[in-house]
């Protein structure tokens, strides 16, 4: 007999990026429900979509008015989500719910359990790191009591901790995917990418870049990348960028290395990131063209996750943000670099010292695949999954 589970989000848009995971489990006899805001929720697989309800958007419980309108009416709260979960228990036979956002983690979890439904708590690092009102804070701490609780970086679980969750109810899950999913993209710049990963010595030095370009902290990243290229063609004159990635800012990068008289060595290749979201199928001819791959993310969420993880299984040198998260997936020096990338000196000497010492990046490349290979399956994240579920 099938177990049922229900994930509900009515605000994250990370379900698409954990779709490899719940597609393990379905192929483990389990059924995936899912109660988005989303219209359409499809897995990264098209043939197999999950089963889905659309549920409406309500509240911003980080807003103090829509807070307070929140639970104002928490009475009536209170009875539509008991009779939801009657009829999901007894009708749809659920075992176990998963929660993304508050609204559903303040209203479900405490009758839930009343109900003897399973309940677990999906942490997501962009939200744990979200400021909250005090409100919300004290809230969220009681119903944490009462749940499983996933989080899927270290950096996020001691931030947990210090917000009063228990250590005995998270877990640590780490980001999981499939190497095969990883595909070649069939257009101009796959001919450069193929040609460049099968040249014997390669004409340039080439950093990768995956990223959307719509958020102002990573592009102020990207300038400090920009700069550090800069100052690294004293040492190394053959230096090319490639990102990956599309956004509403980038544009505004082009102008910049335009600004900066760099633009002959920066190629935007445009297209969404992530193989996942269902949106950039086509990333592995990429991964294996670069020499070096460079983060230049602010706050962590599971796409920069999984790029570091598709990074990794291609056993590429990694550079990435110290203290933010990281940290999970990287060890320094041993299976990729961790530095503070807000100083541009910093990028600039560590673009060099990988750029002078093929040995570390081989050594890093051949450590992280390693890594992943032995922690970073697919069937290792589900194995913590069914048993947190039993």
């Known amino acids: 007999m099938k177990k049922k589970v229900l994930i509900i989000d009515t605000k994250t848009k990370n379900l698409k990026s954990l779709s490899p995971l719940f597609n393990e489990l379905k192929n483990r006899n389990y059924e995936i429900i899912i109660a988005s805001t989303c219209k359409k929720m499809k897995n990264a697989e098209d043939s197999c979509a999950w089963s889905n309800i659309t549920i409406p958007k309500l509240f911003n419980l980080n807003n103090r008015f829509q807070l307070f309108l929140f639970l104002t009416l928490s009475p009536l709260s209170i009875i539509f989500s008991f009779l939801f979960l009657l009829f999901i228990k007894f009708s749809k036979k659920i075992n176990t719910i998963y929660c993304c956002h508050y609204q559903e983690k303040i209203c479900l979890t405490r009758l839930a359990k009343l109900l003897k439904i399973d309940i677990i708590w999906l942490e997501f690092p962009e939200v744990v790191n979200e400021k909250r009102n005090k409100t919300l804070s004290y809230l969220l701490k009681k119903r944490a009591k009462l749940a499983k609780i996933i989080a899927f970086t270290k950096n996020s679980k001691d931030i947990l901790n210090k917000q ?63 700069q550090a290229i800069k100052k690294s063609l004293v040492i190394i004159p053959d230096i090319q960028i490639i990102i990956v990635g599309e956004g509403e800012d980038r544009k505004n990068l082009g102008w910049l290395t335009k600004r900066m008289e760099i633009d002959n060595l920066v190629w935007f290749v445009g297209g969404p990131t992530l193989p996942e979201t269902g949106s950039q199928k086509h990333l592995k001819k990429w991964l294996d063209s670069f020499d070096l791959l460079i983060s230049v993310c ?50 600039t000497q560590e673009i060099i010292r990988m750029q002078q010492n093929k040995k570390i990046r081989h050594d890093m490349g051949k450590n992280a695949y390693a890594k992943a290979q032995n922690e970073f399956t697919i069937e290792n994240i589900a194995n913590k999954l069914t048993e947190l579920m039993k």
């Open 298 to 347: 602010d706050n962590i969420d599971i796409n920069d996750l999984n790029t570091i993880v598709y990074a990794m299984k291609s056993q590429l040198p990694i550079i990435c943000p110290e203290n933010i998260g990281f940290e999970t997936l990287i060890e320094h020096n041993v299976t990729g670099s961790l530095i503070n990338t807000d100083d541009s000196e910093n990028i």
């Open 164 to 226: 009063g969750y228990k250590l005995e109810n998270i877990r640590l899950i780490t980001p999981a995917i499939k190497q095969k999913s990883i595909q070649r993209q069939e257009n101009i710049f796959a001919g450069m990418a193929h040609q460049e990963s099968n040249s014997k010595k390669r004409k340039f030095f080439t950093i990768g870049i995956i990223s959307e370009l719509n958020n102002q902290k990573i592009n102020d990243k990207m300038e400090k990348l920009f």
